[in-house]
């Protein structure tokens, strides 16, 4: 096969739906301001509620316990700082939440840890599953709120959250998920896992980028983190992005309808791709739960191969991935994620994150297989060359 693009990481982003970019080029054209009450702000305004249905029809809620918001980063924000309100029944009550979640949740946490919150942070097992003993032990009657993530975004591992918002129940705790990953992927209804909050980003969802959603069950205590106009029940203030909130229903009602379809085929692939490395390439390391774990993830550690040199050989073949550490940015921290599961430091460096997605085919995934195995030989032989070099 000649040289072509392959986009394997989706779980940082998905392109557009090429049905949703129409529907979102239409709606640019909308340009009322929802809040008005004149026809240009109405006919905006009634497919902004048509979007806010197709949110709830995918998550199992009601349109009225839908927020729109700018991200998943909003959402899980809005829900933690709610803690210092002092109106919240767990004022400064302490936060649980655990060790992998996303930066958005833990830089949060941190920050209100600062300003003297309590919070635990509860470990994981070596797939990325919660340690249900731990929680349990955390948990007491002045526990504010669970947060934990429905599904993880580097390893795909997936939560028993109904267990978890059981125990948490059980104290009066409220509980919150982050479900930016798990939305469009699998199931996902807020009733089987009694949740009071969920947060969800459109661009995981072949929508655009600066648009999400917080769930919150009715008359879960909620304080807005942006004071200003009464949009979206004076829960997040700001003219509302009409044409992003359009799109993001339009990619809501697609999500739903292709759900059971997608989840088989990317099963599929992932199976395919995971067969084909353990068959090609020794040495390496699945991370991740081999049964709780998202359809379309994939992560696995190459023994003696740096992950960052991976991707860089990938992109030259045209094949976009990802990688759990952040070198790229300038740190060479490994991912908390992986450290947080128990793998050694040098096999966390060298994790790859293959994340597929709406628009990837079969053809693709075994694009990937042959390019792959001469990639890991070529640089785990120059690892070797540079570590006898620097034995000499
Ligand atoms: C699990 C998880 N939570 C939250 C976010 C942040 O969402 P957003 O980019 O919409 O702020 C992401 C995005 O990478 C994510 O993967």
Known sequence: MKNRFVYLDNNATSPLDPAVREVFIAALDLYGNPSSMHMFGREVREEVEKARREVARLTGSTPGEIIFTGGGSESNNTVLKSILHPDHPRHRGKIITCSIEHPCVLETVNYLKTLGVPVE????????????????????????????????????????????ARRAHKYGALVHTDAVQAIGKIPVDVEKLEVDYMSMSAHKLYAPKGIGALYRRKKAPLFPLIHGGHQEEGMRAGTINGPSIIAFGEAARIAGELLEEEHRRLSGYRKRLLDGISALIPEIHINGDPEHVLPNTLDISFFAAEGESILLYLDLEGIAVSTGS?????????????????????????????SLGRFNTEEEVDYLLEKLPPIIERIRKMSTVRSREVQN
């Open 121 to 164: 942070i509860i470990p994981v097992d070596s797939h990325g599953r919660i340690d249900m003993e731990a929680l349990e032990a955390a948990l007491d009657d002045t526990t504010a709120l669970v947060s934990v993530m429905l599904a993880n975004n580097e390893i795909g591992t997936i939560q028993d959250l109904a267990e978890i």
């Open 326 to 354: 952040a070198c790229a940015t300038g740190s060479l921290e490994p991912s908390h994620v992986l450290m947080a599961t128990g793998i050694d430091t040098e096999l966390a460096h060298g994790s790859i994150r293959f």
